[in-house]
């Protein structure tokens, strides 16, 4: 029952798992709160409170599922609650199992609510089709999978639940098998913590305090209001700062804390950051801290912001990079082309969306150290920057990796870390920050939108002779990566395609939008829209279809990529366009896209992929790697090549990333971890096995084996003296179609890739449907809004992120063109999965429509309205008003 005490506190008692319990709360504290912050339950996650729309918080009430962030404490009052905990042994066996043989989880953020909500509709349709669980689906968001492997999953465990066996999980952990993802039965359930389900003893909570213009000089920062709040220990502002206030991982640009005196670039900078006894007191104690301004014109358009006269926003001007890349005689070409077509191309920016909120948690320890817990792309990264921040040696700063909820390249830069571990060195006390999912909105990285102007001419017969691109990108407020984000876009101008003559400039330039830097595609998927869009154009012209047009310019080994890097073997570019071809011919409303995506960051950098192997006395091998496991597969990926390397079953490999041994290869990115970090793995595999000589693993129990793989081979596209540039080590090639139904809504995709060599099909078909789902979302209904450079999409909901009744089937195809860099083989393919996606799209609605499109999402198509009926009924409502 609920009964409200003279302390201002609400008395409850209510059933939690089969148990009867009390609870003392606060009025306006939700259910959420309750389990996570009362009874320390934390399979229930935090996504998007208290906007309810992910449902990772979703439990059952009294038999009903409901999402536990958008919910009162007090609606527990004299009812039974249900959590993952309280489910029967029998029950979480079954639904573990079921996710793992699926390959249902891979951040695995989304997963516990995705099984409470599952198991609430079994408890009402033991037998449910894949559009029953689909329906029943709409307020769970799953940012990784494309929901093809959820429902998978769950289709499963209701025949389970019915008595039916299930497929017996692999642990062979052998390279090629459909081995169990590592620690998926703990992802499923909820078990594994994520940062901000980690608790400390003596741990504070922290806040921070975002500006509240895009661009305003800061004159006066008063924190006495919030110093004064019950529970505070500690506001910090410019002036607590030991160290270098300014980081960057490539260019040192971006404000940790913005200084009175100078000007907010955007509405993310932090003013001041809070520590208090609770989470609730510090985010109520940073609202009070006071800022006065002089507010400034924002600038929001990139062409002003080039133009003479525009404030400057950064002291090396406006424009942060110039990227180039010139083959041949462009102009010759173009006049001597049967067929020349000139178009502009424009995409949006785009929320990353990744189901678990920037979180950091700093521990200062007895000796003068600091932990530092990140779910951050590159943890020796973080600690160069953290280090830095705090005015200390590397030496003195620990990060370890805490598996993270999703990224997506967001994750690259540094988010609260140092805010977290500033407050734990002036507290003395271990302080976690959390960001609320509108603050992580306003905070972190976006997709660059480009405006992309081609002209692109070929001969009679379609084969293609020249491209003129000239790329503007919006960088935002700050650099992140985004010369190297329009550097990739220049590269992959030509797509996969062979063009002997080639002019193409991309420029990166500053404005006080949100900043934007890397996310899955990195500028590639952006090019590859307007190239694959100019096919289109072009093949109309000569009379083919858009499959032959394809075909007579796919790159084959021998060939020049549009950098003029000649490819080497491994180009399977040719056999995924066989694989779709019936499929495309055979449609009535189909597009057909390539797409070529670089692994490794290359470009003359050195890249290293590095990891140790250490056995131990109970006979089992400890892995230690670089690489971020954020739902992509690598900690699996590599703990299988182990496996085949030593003859162990997967049980028998533990995998642990952290900065004390020495391993930085530098960020998560380029699609590269499984490349790079494979090879290592097999080095280190090869060292230990030479050792064992036939002994047993436990008699070298302690001992570390060190292996390395070099690449330093690669050049720089700004070195014009190299005749042959070698710009990246490898690349993954793709080809998808995407056909519609009569109405014009989404049928089906095909998606055909080059892979090198499947070391895990399950992971590399979640992967793949997973980039299609995005990549559908990128193309037809996902916008993250910005007007004056005030973000005005800032709830997960208004993103227009495709919900599992508008997903399509997907078929995936494997094409195994080995690289010879790759282990076994193998290609990097978390990034290529939606680089096509936008290009077949469009091909597929000018089919249905006869519309051509330019700009991205193509919310106006009759496929957007069907995916996502929210938008439709939103443009109705606008045209009626």
Same mark, same amino acid.
Request: charged share 25%; net charge negative; aromatic share 6%.
């Given at each position: 029952?609920?009964?409200?005490?003279?302390?201002?506190?609400?008395?409850?008692?209510?059933?939690?798992?089969?148990?009867?319990?009390?609870?003392?709360?606060?009025?306006?504290?939700?259910?959420?709160?309750?389990?996570?912050?009362?009874?320390?339950?934390?399979?229930?996650?935090?996504?998007?409170a208290p906007e309810g729309s992910c449902g990772a918080c979703t439990v059952i009430l009294d038999g009903r599922a409901v999402v536990s962030c958008a919910q009162p404490a007090t609606r527990a009052a004299g009812k039974s609650l249900l959590t993952q905990e309280g489910l029967t042994a029998a029950d979480r066996e079954r639904w573990a199992d079921s996710f793992v043989v699926a390959g249902a989880s891979q951040c695995g953020f989304c997963s516990p609510g995705i099984v409470m909500k599952s198991e609430a509709l079994l408890g009402r349709n033991p037998d449910p089709s894949r559009e029953e669980i689909a329906r029943s689906l709409a307020g769970n968001l799953c940012r990784c999978t494309g929901y093809v492997k959820i429902i998978d999953a769950i289709r499963l465990s209701a025949a389970?639940?019915?008595?039916?066996?299930?497929?017996?999980?692999?642990?062979?952990?052998?390279?090629?098998?459909?081995?169990?993802?590592?620690?998926?039965?703990?992802?499923?359930?909820?078990?594994?913590?994520?940062?901000?389900?980690?608790?400390?003893?003596?741990?504070?909570?922290?806040?921070?305090?975002?500006?509240?213009?895009?661009?305003?000089?800061?004159?006066?920062?008063?924190?006495?209001?919030?110093?004064?709040?019950?529970?505070?220990?500690?506001?910090?502002?410019?002036?607590?700062?030991?160290?270098?206030?300014?980081?960057?991982?490539?260019?040192?640009?971006?404000?940790?804390?913005?200084?009175?005196?100078?000007?907010?670039?955007?509405?993310?900078?932090?003013?001041?950051?809070?520590?208090?006894?609770?989470?609730?007191?510090?985010?109520?104690?940073?609202?009070?801290?006071?800022?006065?301004?002089?507010?400034?014109?924002?600038?929001?358009?990139?062409?002003?912001?080039?133009?003479?006269?525009?404030?400057?926003?950064?002291?090396?001007?406006?424009?942060?990079?110039?990227?180039?890349?010139?083959?041949?005689?462009?102009?010759?070409?173009?006049?001597?082309?049967?067929?020349?077509?000139?178009?502009?191309?424009?995409?949006?920016?785009?929320?990353?969306?990744?189901?678990?909120?920037?979180?950091?948690?700093?521990?200062?320890?007895?000796?003068?150290?600091?932990?530092?817990?990140?779910?951050?792309?590159?943890?020796?990264?973080?600690?160069?920057?953290?280090?830095?921040?705090?005015?200390?040696?590397?030496?003195?700063?620990?990060?370890?990796?805490?598996?993270?909820?999703?990224?997506?390249?967001?994750?690259?830069?540094?988010?609260?870390?140092?805010?977290?571990?500033?407050?734990?060195?002036?507290?003395?006390?271990?302080?976690?920050?959390?960001?609320?999912?509108?603050?992580?909105?306003?905070?972190?990285?976006?997709?660059?939108?480009?405006?992309?102007?081609?002209?692109?001419?070929?001969?009679?017969?379609?084969?293609?002779?020249?491209?003129?691109?000239?790329?503007?990108?919006?960088?935002?407020?700050? +650099?992140?990566?985004? $010369?190297?984000?329009?550097? #990739?876009? !220049? &590269?992959? %101008? /030509?797509? =996969?395609?062979?063009?002997?003559?080639?002019?193409?400039?991309?420029?990166?330039?500053?404005?006080?939008?949100?900043?934007?830097?890397?996310?899955?595609?990195?500028?590639?998927?952006?090019?590859?829209?307007?190239?694959?869009?100019?096919?289109?154009?072009?093949?109309?012209?000569?009379?083919?279809?858009?499959?032959?047009?394809?075909?007579?310019?796919?790159?084959?080994?021998?060939?020049?990529?549009?950098?003029?890097?000649?490819?080497?073997?491994?180009?399977?570019?040719?056999?995924?366009?066989? +694989?779709?071809?019936? $499929?495309?011919?055979?449609? #009535?409303? !189909? &597009?057909? %896209? /390539?797409? =070529?995506?670089?692994?490794?960051?290359?470009?003359?950098?050195?890249?290293?992929?590095?990891?140790?192997?250490?056995?131990?006395?109970?006979?089992?091998?400890?892995?230690?790697?670089?690489?971020?496991?954020?739902?992509?597969?690598?900690?699996?990926?590599?703990?299988?090549?182990?496996?085949?390397?030593?003859?162990?079953?997967?049980?028998?490999?533990?995998?642990?990333?952290?900065?004390?041994?020495?391993?930085?290869?530098?960020?998560?990115?380029?699609?590269?971890?499984?490349?790079?970090?494979?090879?290592?793995?097999?080095?280190?595999?090869?060292?230990?096995? !030479?050792?064992?000589?036939?002994?047993?693993?436990?008699?070298?129990?302690?001992?570390?084996?060190?292996?390395?793989?070099?690449?330093?081979?690669?050049?720089?596209?700004?070195?014009?003296?190299?005749?042959?540039?070698?710009?990246?080590?490898?690349?993954?090639?793709?080809?998808?179609?995407?056909?519609?139904?009569?109405?014009?809504?989404?049928?089906?995709?095909?998606?055909?890739?080059?892979?090198?060599?499947?070391?895990?099909?399950?992971?590399?078909?979640?992967?793949?449907?997973?980039?299609?789902?995005?990549?559908?979302?990128?193309?037809?209904?996902?916008?993250?809004?910005?007007?004056?450079?005030?973000?005005?999409?800032?709830?997960?909901?208004?993103?227009?992120?495709?919900?599992?009744?508008?997903?399509?089937?997907?078929?995936?195809?494997?094409?195994?063109?080995?690289?010879?860099?790759?282990?076994?083989?193998?290609?990097?393919?978390?990034?290529?999965?939606?680089?096509?996606?936008?290009?077949?799209?469009?091909?597929?609605?000018?089919?249905?429509?006869?519309?051509?499109?330019?700009?991205?999402?193509?919310?106006?198509?009759?496929?957007?309205?069907?995916?996502?009926?929210?938008?439709?009924?939103?443009?109705?409502?606008?045209?009626?008003?």
């Amino acid at each position: 029952m609920e009964q409200q005490q003279s302390d201002g506190l609400v008395h409850l008692d209510f059933t939690l798992n089969g148990r009867p319990v009390v609870a003392d709360v606060r009025p306006d504290a939700t259910l959420l709160e309750l389990l996570r912050e009362t009874f320390g339950i934390t399979s229930v996650k935090d996504g998007c409170a208290p906007e309810g729309s992910c449902g990772a918080c979703t439990v059952i009430l009294d038999g009903r599922a409901v999402v536990s962030c958008a919910q009162p404490a007090t609606r527990a009052a004299g009812k039974s609650l249900l959590t993952q905990e309280g489910l029967t042994a029998a029950d979480r066996e079954r639904w573990a199992d079921s996710f793992v043989v699926a390959g249902a989880s891979q951040c695995g953020f989304c997963s516990p609510g995705i099984v409470m909500k599952s198991e609430a509709l079994l408890g009402r349709n033991p037998d449910p089709s894949r559009e029953e669980i689909a329906r029943s689906l709409a307020g769970n968001l799953c940012r990784c999978t494309g929901y093809v492997k959820i429902i998978d999953a769950i289709r499963l465990s209701a025949a389970a639940k019915r008595g039916e066996p299930l497929p017996v999980v692999e642990t062979s952990g052998l390279v090629g098998t459909r081995s169990a993802r590592y620690r998926g039965r703990e992802l499923a359930l909820g078990d594994k913590p994520y940062v901000n389900d980690m608790l400390v003893e003596g741990m504070l909570h922290g806040a921070v305090r975002f500006s509240d213009h895009p661009r305003a000089r800061v004159l006066r920062i008063d924190a006495s209001k919030a110093r004064a709040y019950p529970g505070v220990l500690s506001v910090v502002t410019w002036r607590d700062v030991p160290g270098e206030r300014i980081q960057g991982a490539i260019t040192r640009d971006w404000k940790q804390f913005v200084a009175e005196g100078e000007e907010t670039l955007y509405v993310g900078d932090v003013l001041a950051a809070v520590a208090a006894e609770t989470r609730h007191a510090a985010r109520a104690a940073a609202k009070l801290v006071e800022v006065e301004y002089e507010v400034l014109e924002p600038v929001t358009d990139p062409f002003v912001a080039m133009a003479p006269g525009a404030p400057v926003l950064q002291p090396g001007g406006n424009i942060l990079s110039v990227s180039r890349i010139r083959r041949g005689d462009v102009d010759h070409a173009l006049a001597s082309a049967a067929h020349v077509a000139t178009e502009t191309f424009r995409t949006q920016f785009i929320e990353h969306a990744f189901l678990e909120p920037e979180s950091s948690l700093a521990v200062p320890c007895e000796d003068g150290t600091i932990d530092i817990y990140s779910q951050g792309q590159g943890i020796w990264e973080d600690r160069r920057q953290i280090a830095s921040f705090l005015g200390e040696p590397e030496d003195r700063v620990r990060v370890t990796l805490v598996s993270s909820g999703g990224a997506f390249g967001a994750k690259e830069d540094l988010n609260v870390q140092c805010h977290a571990a500033l407050l734990a060195r002036v507290t003395g006390r271990p302080v976690r920050i959390t960001l609320s999912r509108a603050e992580s909105l306003r905070f972190h990285v976006k997709r660059h939108p480009l405006t992309m102007e081609y002209t692109v001419g070929c001969d009679a017969d379609g084969h293609l002779l020249a491209i003129r691109a000239r790329m503007v990108g919006d960088t935002g407020a700050y +650099a992140s990566v985004g $010369a190297k984000v329009l550097e #990739r876009a !220049a &590269g992959h %101008a /030509c797509s =996969a395609y062979r063009v002997p003559n080639v002019d193409i400039e991309a420029n990166a330039v500053y404005t006080n939008n949100p900043p934007c830097g890397a996310m899955r595609g990195f500028g590639a998927n952006q090019a590859n829209f307007a190239i694959e869009g100019m096919l289109d154009r072009l093949a109309e012209r000569v009379g083919v279809d858009g499959w032959e047009m394809r075909w007579r310019n796919a790159v084959e080994e021998g060939d020049r990529f549009g950098t003029g890097q000649v490819l080497g073997p491994g180009v399977g570019l040719k056999q995924t366009l066989l +694989a779709v071809r019936d $499929a495309y011919k055979g449609a #009535r409303y !189909a &597009g057909v %896209a /390539c797409a =070529a995506k670089n692994s490794g960051v290359g470009n003359g950098m050195t890249e290293y992929g590095r990891a140790v192997l250490r056995p131990e006395a109970d006979g089992t091998v400890t892995l230690f790697h670089s690489w971020t496991e954020m739902g992509q597969g690598v900690d699996t990926v590599l703990r299988q090549i182990a496996c085949q390397e030593l003859g162990v079953e997967s049980s028998c490999v533990t995998v642990r990333v952290d900065t004390r041994h020495e391993l930085d290869t530098g960020q998560t990115t380029a699609s590269r971890g499984t490349m790079l970090g494979g090879r290592a793995v097999m080095d280190a595999a090869a060292k230990l096995r !030479a050792e064992l000589d036939g002994r047993p693993l436990a008699s070298l129990a302690g001992r570390e084996f060190y292996g390395e793989f070099k690449v330093d081979w690669t050049t720089s596209p700004d070195d014009e003296t190299v005749e042959n540039p070698v710009t990246h080590f490898a690349y993954a090639w793709a080809t998808q179609v995407v056909i519609l139904d009569d109405e014009g809504r989404l049928a089906k995709v095909v998606a055909a890739h080059d892979v090198g060599k499947a070391i895990n099909p399950t992971l590399l078909e979640g992967q793949i449907e997973g980039g299609v789902h995005m990549g559908l979302g990128h193309s037809l209904t996902e916008e993250f809004a910005v007007r004056d450079g005030v973000p005005t999409t800032m709830t997960l909901k208004s993103l227009g992120i495709i919900p599992p009744s508008g997903m399509p089937p997907v078929e995936v195809i494997f094409v195994e063109e080995p690289s010879p860099d790759g282990p076994y083989g193998a290609k990097g393919v978390g990034e290529v999965a939606l680089v096509p996606t936008a290009g077949a799209v469009a091909g597929a609605l000018h089919r249905f429509d006869g519309v051509r499109r330019t700009r991205l999402p193509m919310r106006d198509s009759a496929a957007a309205r069907a995916a996502v009926p929210r938008l439709a009924r939103a443009s109705a409502t606008q045209e009626s008003e």
